[in-house]
């Protein structure tokens, strides 16, 4: 077990990059990417990937891997990326994994969650309601079936409560009392570190982040992507709003005003999934790197010993 995971949360544009990027050059090792819309390479700057200067500086993996065309799940991921993590670490002792899917992290740390199977006929139903009803009945059939998922998961996010609603419909049961079972065992180390800063300056920093991204080209990006608007990759912050501006049911400024409203309702939700982890050693964003790195050192030192 002295093999370790350093893994890097916390909200959108709070630093995580450059930290990962000093950590990985300091043990000289790879980063494993764990956002679930890096992974796509036709959307860079909505998603805000390390650019092409910092992936040429550290190897990076699931960065630009797939093409939002592709079905592609955490229970994918999972699988692929404990497969890179057993070669990875043949030749590092230390990983870094970054990323503010709160899902996807936990898919490398822990392990999925077991569900039971359910017939394939409930989630097009669902998939058909959706279309007929909108979102807001099927967030009302959730806070019904299941109050606490509903307070936790992404409201706006339609492949979500499908998902969820398929387990409870399908089960019988809440989507929530699947959470949380045996833990799988790793063959590694986990060491969790989270960056945060009040949330005025969260805030703050998600803003100068969007409007950044539409100096950056975001606009164009999007329009290229349009054409494929109903793909569930694009089902996302930066592009739906962007797809309504297009539609002419938007403003443009209007539009980047609902982009930086949802990226700051996504951070919060970001904060409050990886808070529940009580491992995590939590950090101001303006903590000095040596702090981070002498306290991650001596906690490396402590494990490698028993």
């Known amino acids: ?12 544009g709070i630093g995580k990059t450059d930290l990962s990027l000093k950590l990985a050059a300091h043990f000289e090792t790879e980063i494993i990417s764990a956002d679930s819309r890096q992974f796509f390479k036709e959307i860079p700057i909505g998603t805000a990937a390390p650019n092409n200067e910092e992936l040429a500086l550290i190897p990076h993996h699931f960065i630009h891997n797939k093409s939002i065309t592709e079905n592609y ?28 899917s709160g899902l996807y992290v936990k898919s490398v740390l822990e392990g999925l969650d077991d569900f039971p199977e359910v017939d394939p006929k409930i989630r097009e139903k669902l998939n058909l309601e959706f279309k007929k009803k909108g979102i807001l009945a099927l967030q009302k059939e959730l806070k019904a079936k299941d109050p606490e998922t509903y ?31 045996d833990k799988v065992k790793r063959g ?17 920093r998600i803003n100068k982040r969007v409007d950044q991204m539409i100096i950056n080209g975001l ?88």
């Open 73 to 100: 799940s955490v229970g994918h991921y999972e699988k692929e990326v404990l497969d890179r993590i057993e070669k990875l670490h043949q030749k590092h002792d230390v990983l870094i994994l970054i990323g503010g």
């Open 1 to 12: 077990m002295n093999k370790f995971i350093i893994s890097i949360v916390g909200p959108t």
């Open 151 to 181: 307070e936790k998961i992404d409201l706006e996010n339609s492949h979500r409560i499908i998902r969820v609603l398929e387990i409870c419909r399908g089960a019988g049961k809440p989507y929530s009392q699947f959470i949380n079972k």
């Open 219 to 306: 606009l164009k990006e999007a329009h290229t992507v349009y054409k494929y608007k109903g793909v569930n990759a694009l089902n996302t912050v930066g592009y739906k709003e962007l797809f309504e501006y297009f539609a002419d049911n938007w403003t443009l400024d209007f539009a980047v005003e609902e982009i930086k409203k949802n990226s700051r309702r996504f951070a919060k939700r970001q904060l409050t999934w990886f808070k529940k982890n009580k491992n995590t050693k939590w950090y101001d964003y303006q903590t000095p790197f040596e702090i981070i790195l002498n306290q991650i050192q001596t906690e490396i030192s402590s494990l490698s010993k028993h």
């Open 188 to 204: 590694f180390t986990p060491i969790s570190i989270g960056l945060d800063a009040a949330r005025d300056i969260v805030y703050e």
